[in-house]
């Protein structure tokens, strides 16, 4: 591998402590116990999402893990197209890149979607699209100005958000029922278990994002450790909070289908505290303008995770090279930043947020399967690189996160099957302009 050349000027700030780690991990993922994961109770009713999540919690426990590894030992901005590039060479590498490129910079437009569906509720008379674009334009703009300030603004809001959830779960868990959880609960049979996964995922989607801030880490060999362990049991434990909390209220259909038109909702916690304390209640605004925090602490912390992934590829020559540069003044990919907005406001423009996070998490899943490929060469091929933490219970933590990746990846493709020919058509379009125009054996 043609390893990246580059001074001083071309070099992130290191301001990352792993406090700052953790509220960018949870941070990135939180939104996913706003809304999302619900329309999984559709596919696979109570027991059939549960198992789904049950895996899924169990792919990103040996992932986070292994991908720990080696995010410690080559901590660089690029993440899984770092390490699949220098385990399974430039082309395979680019594969990996272009996966994690996929999964953030779609994510982000489909959660500055629900973004400005929240302010609807505050503000109706508000253009949805225009809060949407207005949430890109600013939040990006915080990126650019510096790290320390967006991950500062990103703590804050995390911590509230995770309050949030807390305080939903303090109200609705007294009116728990388990009877609530058998009405339905396996509805569609073990298939509905498989037609679940990929709204599991959405529950921890993007939480290897830590990875891509390793370069502007102090000391990142430790605090990388400490900031993706610490964020990844948080999110386990809100997870299974939030699942009973708000099923154990009414039964799943209730915080799927609002009305009688059949369509899913986007904020299954407020359907559920509603059937608790009622519509016009305090605690149930309150849990809606907190979600708010949810929504934005996910969208700033993975538009922060993307300008890094973006950024690598552009220093390392696999993209035009003006996407790699660091704004002189305040050391942060700022060119990666306004290139990934820009790319994100036009699937804004679409409307089709659904489909724009199920292409993210098609990303995801091919970000996951090659890196955990590329760990096993990487450990192969260099034993001896320094490993400044190595994963448990080698080989099966990495084993288990691939299997699970790849079935899911599977299932993807089986339920999702137009949207996977687009996702493989970005993914091999990108792969022949890199081979035309890029690769040099």
């Known amino acids: 591998m043609n390893q990246p050349t580059e001074g001083k000027e071309n070099e992130l700030k290191k301001t990352l402590g792993p406090f700052m780690l953790w509220g960018l991990g949870v941070g990135y993922v939180i939104s996913g116990n706003y809304f999302g994961w619900n329309i999984g109770l559709a596919e696979g009713g109570t027991w059939g999402a549960a198992i789904a999540i049950f895996f899924i919690i169990l792919m990103y426990i040996t992932f986070t893990f292994s991908y720990t ?152 060999q430790k605090n990388i450790l400490r900031g993706f362990g610490s964020a990844l049991l948080t999110l386990v434990i809100l997870c299974v909070l939030t699942f009973a909390s708000a099923v154990g209220v009414g039964g799943w259909e209730a915080i799927v289908y609002p009305d009688e038109t059949g369509i899913a909702s986007d904020s299954p916690l407020p359907l559920a505290m509603e059937m608790v304390v009622g519509s016009d209640h305090s605690y149930y605004h309150l849990l809606s303008f907190i979600a708010l925090f949810g929504l934005v602490a996910s969208f700033n912390g ?78 192969k091929k260099e034993p001896d690189l320094e490993r400044p933490f190595k994963v448990p219970v080698y080989p099966l933590f990495p084993m288990v996160a691939l299997v699970i990746a790849s079935i899911s990846m599977l299932a993807m493709i089986l339920y999702n099957f137009m949207l996977a020919l687009l996702f493989f058509a970005m993914l091999i379009g990108s792969y022949v302009f890199f081979r035309i125009f890029i690769y040099k054996p």
């Open 69 to 220: 590894e080696m995010a410690c030992a080559i901590p660089r901005a690029g993440g899984a197209f770092s390490y699949a590039e220098r385990g399974l060479g430039k082309q395979l590498g680019f594969l990996a890149g272009m996966s994690q490129n996929i999964e953030f910079i779609f994510a982000p437009p489909a959660i500055a979607s629900a973004i400005g569906a929240y302010f609807g509720i505050f503000f109706p008379e508000w253009d949805v699209l225009w809060i949407g674009i207005g949430a890109y334009l600013i939040f990006t703009l915080l990126n650019v100005v510096g790290l320390q300030i967006a991950a500062t603004f990103e703590l804050f809001i995390t911590v509230v958000a995770v309050l949030g959830l807390l305080f939903f779960a303090g109200v609705t868990l007294p009116e728990f029922d388990a009877a609530n959880l058998n009405v339905k609960g396996f509805h569609k049979g073990y298939m509905g278990i498989v037609a679940a996964i990929p709204f599991a995922i959405w529950f921890f989607l993007a939480i290897e994002g830590v990875a891509n801030v390793a370069e502007e880490t102090i000391n990142p």
């Open 302 to 379: 993975i538009i922060l995770a993307a300008g890094r992934t973006t950024f690598e590829f552009g220093r390392v020559g696999y993209a035009p090279k003006i996407i790699g540069k660091v704004n002189k003044k305040f050391k942060t990919p700022g060119n990666a930043l306004l290139f990934n907005m820009i790319i994100g406001i036009i699937a804004l423009l679409t409307g089709k947020t659904g489909e724009i996070i199920t292409i993210a998490v098609f990303g995801a899943l091919g970000l996951y399967i090659l890196s955990m490929i590329a760990f096993f060469y990487l450990r």
